[in-house]
């Protein structure tokens, strides 16, 4: 038997460790997606098929800005699957394998420059960011099913979060250095497209294959239709605050990601090692301070803790703006203290998620888990993709110049400005301000307690009881 049959409820608290890893996994295939478009595509495009920044921009944010609208169907869809496998793990499967297929695809067209080239990449990323919707709604719908503990969820999203940066880590890392290993251009982008695809493949098996056995969550009554699911999310008012907050935050961390190579070659001077440097710079200290995190989280609430560490983020991003008089081991310095925050932000603000879909559920009595993830990483995806459009237009504006020898062209002081506000002060606002539409957020362990969702094995946990 691969797993209890649809209908199992999610356990209260006590996964096995096994489930923790197995599930974390599915963070390669998302990290690594999330993050080597965002960092190689936009350059990509600009600096080896010779397309306009502000055409490249556009080619970027399209593809993701369909899965706004795929996303939520993504969702319903997988709320009302039936299978031996539950709900949401056959996608997992399935979705995750053509999405490493047509990762590979974006860098093997047949025309290497011009817009019949950068039209072919959009038509690919459009293909593989749809194949991302069916992987991504569900496996972010999990958690809400695998266990009903406050706690619990926290400590899932702990290893998920360390696993997605150890996928940035190696993604954002060593992408960059195969493209440069393999001879640059179109070439090395081929090579560099057929390892991220096998990072995508190694985390969607084993993700399928490490939560075997687990809760696949109670098949619960939900709205008979999309526009009806779409209201309640709409009525959920912690899920709005956090999912507005999570987007223009993430539109803030993605300028950071397509800013990077510009960076690194522009303000550096260092277009070789420079973007492998920022990466593990920027991941590495992420990883030791989790554990931090979580105590932090412990300590103070889930969402102060967000508010914390996203000030730290913004305020390390406008800090480097001081980068050009910088020396170089300071300018690392600064991106590590950004990743430090940056690990806080995500660790929290997605084990919030789990929250707002459980008091919902309580409220309601309907299980809609994949219409909010779906809801949510819609959000995400497109925040995502409104990081590097910006970015390609402030460099359109500041007049970058575009190159299709694979090697960027010399570019004047005003477009070197460009560069450096796109990575510093726009992304330091984006984030900074964003915390303001959480003032409606008000989900503490004492009102989940109240609606019933805050449980320790069969207990309702009384109102203050903070044990963990």
């Not at 266990?147 to 993604?171: C, F, K, N, P, Q």
């Not at 991220?196 to 939560?211: D, E, H, N, Y």
Request: charged share 10%; glycine share 12%; proline share 6%.
């Amino acid at each position: 038997m691969d797993a209890p049959p649809a209908g199992t409820g999610p356990v209260p608290g006590g996964l096995p460790r096994r489930v923790h890893a197995g599930y974390a996994l599915g963070s390669l295939a998302t990290g690594a997606f999330g993050t080597v478009p965002g960092l190689l595509l936009l350059p990509y495009l600009t600096d080896t098929l010779g397309v306009a920044a502000g055409v490249a921009a556009l080619l970027v944010l399209g593809p993701k800005a369909w899965d706004v609208l795929v996303n939520p169907v993504a969702g319903r869809i997988s709320d009302r699957t039936r299978s031996r496998w539950g709900a949401r793990r056959p996608y997992l499967l399935v979705a995750g394998v053509a999405m490493a297929l047509l990762f590979a695809a974006i860098f093997a067209g047949p025309v290497d420059a011009g817009p019949a080239a950068g039209a072919y990449v959009a038509i690919a990323f459009l293909a593989t960011a749809t194949a991302f919707a069916f992987f991504q709604v569900p496996y972010v719908a999990m958690p809400a099913e695998l266990t009903g503990d406050y706690a619990e969820r926290t400590r899932l999203m702990t290893w998920r979060i360390a696993l997605l940066a150890v996928a940035i880590l190696v993604s954002g890392a060593v992408a960059p250095l195969i493209v440069s290993a393999t001879g640059g251009g179109v070439a090395g982008h081929r090579w560099m497209g057929l390892f991220v695809a096998a990072l995508i493949v190694l985390g969607a098996v084993g993700a399928f294959l490490g939560t075997r056995g687990a809760p696949t969550g109670t098949v619960a009554e939900s709205e008979p239709t999309l526009r009806a699911q779409l209201a309640v999310a709409a009525r959920n008012r912690p899920f709005r605050a956090l999912l507005l907050c999570f987007v223009v935050q993430s539109a803030g961390v993605a300028t950071i990601l397509a800013g990077v190579n510009y960076f690194a070659g522009q303000i550096l001077r260092d277009p070789d090692g420079g973007p492998t440097l920022l990466f593990v710079c920027f991941v590495g200290p992420a990883l030791l301070v989790m554990p931090l995190w979580t105590r932090v989280g412990a300590r103070v609430g889930k969402l102060a803790a967000l508010v914390a560490a996203s000030l730290i983020l913004a305020v390390g991003a406008l800090a480097l703006v001081a980068a050009p008089v910088l020396p170089a081991v300071a300018v690392y310095l600064v991106v590590a203290l950004i990743g430090c925050g940056y690990a806080g932000q995500q660790v929290f603000a997605l084990a919030m998620l789990p929250d707002c879909i459980a008091w919902d559920e309580a409220r309601t009595g309907r299980r809609q888990a994949g219409v909010f993830t779906g809801l949510w990483t819609a959000g995400e995806t497109f925040g995502l993709a409104l990081g590097p459009g910006i970015y390609g237009l402030v460099l359109q504006v500041s007049g970058y110049v575009s190159s299709d020898t694979g090697t960027a062209a010399a570019q004047s002081d005003t477009a070197r400005l460009g560069v450096l506000l796109g990575f510093t002060v726009l992304p330091a606002l984006l984030v900074a301000v964003a915390l303001l539409t959480l003032r409606p957020y008000d989900l503490t362990p004492a009102r989940l307690a109240e609606a019933g969702t805050v449980r320790r094995g069969d207990d309702v946990v009384a109102v203050g009881d903070d044990s963990r």
